[in-house]
């Protein structure tokens, strides 16, 4: 039997998310709003103004220890300050996990209450109760609901929320957190050049030996490499189980977690094989950034450049905390709710840097990381807009900073021309014929799409 416990301030959630996780995780769910006024009979709002604020919290604790009590394994949420009895956060944690949800922003929050996000009277609560609040050590700064998947993102939740799964890790993450991962059904190289059919089937077969049925699921936790392959396996596997992605990198909680896509590489190009394959959840947990090495946070950081540059300008700095994440991610989030499957054409944006990215990447031999290739393909693309037309030349410059100030490369390697990219870029999946649609950054909040005949010289 599992409990997790959704706390916070009022208006903060609770209950939305509650339900949203409930059913990515097959628990069941429960409000002990709703139970106190099952058992009175008198909405919350009325019991404050005719029986008084001790008079709630003593029901409150009933509806608490009845929910700690119940059989099998439930979602909870709790009261704004159902918690700040001792006795009933001692009963709360001793019982399952307390999950922490940070407040939005006054404005934010001030709008949900006078919109109906409160069933009481907050008044300044929020603020007397932020110590208390912060206390609790499993934090939750923001969550996104996508069709078919819920996105959180904090500190400290995968721990909190992945128990006994079937996981596959990658071998840095297997390592690195082996008192998490324990037993994995299935541990990955790390490395792009692992990224193969041949690794597909390796991990088919750990499914199998593992005995995983169709109402079974796998979970994820590595990099963007170990979740498209273990989304792909899970999309494939049984004409597909449901996954949870437990993205570990940088780069992979901003970029590849979210969005559905799922695959592998070929000889001729990057993510030829694939699937849609939304995981039901994605846990954004900022624990992981601690042990990875700077090259590797760096590599994030480009993905998080390529976002400012469709959204906004940069505004966070070397090492981002779960807001910045979540912030960040936000773009992304946006764009695939407008076009879950690339059918509208918007979700072509995300595709920033990344049709010379890729091919700087595979030209490189894979030697270049990801978010260096992208790095390198957002600056060139910034290049190619100027050549275009579509924006000034002082806008290269200013991009280029960007990177730079992340410690990325913002160059072509020695040797490598726009000429022989062209010959892989032809590869590209996106191309109709020997056209290629470039998504050109040609300011920060002004990304365009732009298809350009590789047949003939780029510009």
């Given at each position: 039997m599992r409990k997790i416990f959704l706390y916070g301030p009022p208006a903060s959630g609770k209950t939305t998310l509650g339900k949203a996780l409930a059913e990515a995780l097959g628990y069941r769910f429960a409000d002990t709003d709703e139970m106190v006024v099952m058992a009175t009979g008198c909405n919350i709002s009325n019991?404050?103004?005719?029986?008084?604020?001790?008079?709630?919290?003593?029901?409150?604790?009933e509806a608490l220890a009845r929910a700690c009590a119940l059989e099998g394994d439930w979602v909870v949420a709790l009261g704004g300050?159902?918690?700040?009895?001792?006795e009933n956060r001692a009963l709360a944690e001793k019982s399952g996990t307390v999950i922490c949800l940070e407040a939005p922003g006054e404005q934010e929050l001030a709008e949900r209450i006078a919109a109906g996000g409160t069933s009481r009277p907050l008044g300044d609560k929020a603020k007397e109760?932020?110590?208390h609040y912060a206390s609790f050590p499993v934090r939750l700064a923001r969550y996104f609901l996508l069709d078919g998947s819920t996105v959180i993102v904090g500190k400290g939740l995968a721990r909190a929320i992945?128990?006994?799964?079937?996981?596959?890790?990658?071998?840095?993450?297997?390592?690195?957190?082996?008192d998490f991962i324990k037993e994995a059904i299935f541990v990955m190289p790390s490395g792009e050049e692992f990224k193969t059919p041949q690794m597909i089937m390796e991990m088919w077969g750990a499914f199998a030996q593992a005995g995983l049925g169709r109402k079974d699921r796998v979970v994820a936790v590595g990099g963007g490499v170990t979740g498209d392959m273990t989304g792909f396996a899970a999309a494939t596997w049984m004409r597909g189980i449901d996954w949870i992605n437990v993205p570990t990198t940088l780069l992979s909680m901003v970029d590849a977690s979210t969005g559905g896509k799922t695959g592998c590489d070929l000889p001729e190009g990057k993510n030829l094989a694939g699937a849609f394959h939304s995981p039901k959840l994605v846990i954004v947990d900022t624990e992981f950034l601690a042990?990875?090495?700077p090259e590797v946070l760096k590599c994030g950081l480009a993905e998080m450049i390529k976002h400012a540059a469709i959204?906004?300008?940069?505004?966070?700095?070397?090492?981002?905390d779960a807001r910045d994440i979540a912030d960040n991610l936000a773009v992304k989030v946006g764009i695939v709710r407008e076009d879950p499957f690339e059918t509208k054409g918007r979700r072509i944006l995300l595709n920033c840097g990344h049709t010379i990215g890729h091919a700087v990447e595979k030209a490189s031999g894979y030697a270049l990381s990801h978010g260096e290739a992208v790095a390198i393909g957002c600056v060139e693309e910034a290049k190619l807009a100027v050549r275009l037309g579509l924006a000034d030349a002082a806008w290269v410059e200013?991009?280029?900073?960007?990177?730079k100030a992340a410690e990325l490369p913002t160059e072509l390697p020695a040797g490598m021309t726009l000429m022989a990219l062209a010959e892989i870029m032809r590869q590209d999946k996106k191309r109709?014929?020997?056209?290629?649609?470039f998504t050109l950054p040609c300011g920060w909040g002004d990304v365009r799409p732009v298809k350009l005949d590789l047949a003939k010289p780029l510009p």
């Open positions: 019991l404050f103004a005719t029986e008084g604020e001790a008079y709630f919290r003593d029901r409150e604790s300050g159902t918690l700040l009895r001792a109760r932020a110590p992945v128990k006994n799964e079937h996981i596959v890790a990658d071998e840095n993450v297997d390592r690195l957190y082996p042990t990875l090495p959204g906004g300008k940069a505004t966070w700095g070397k090492m981002p200013e991009f280029a900073a960007a990177f109709a014929g020997s056209t290629v649609t």
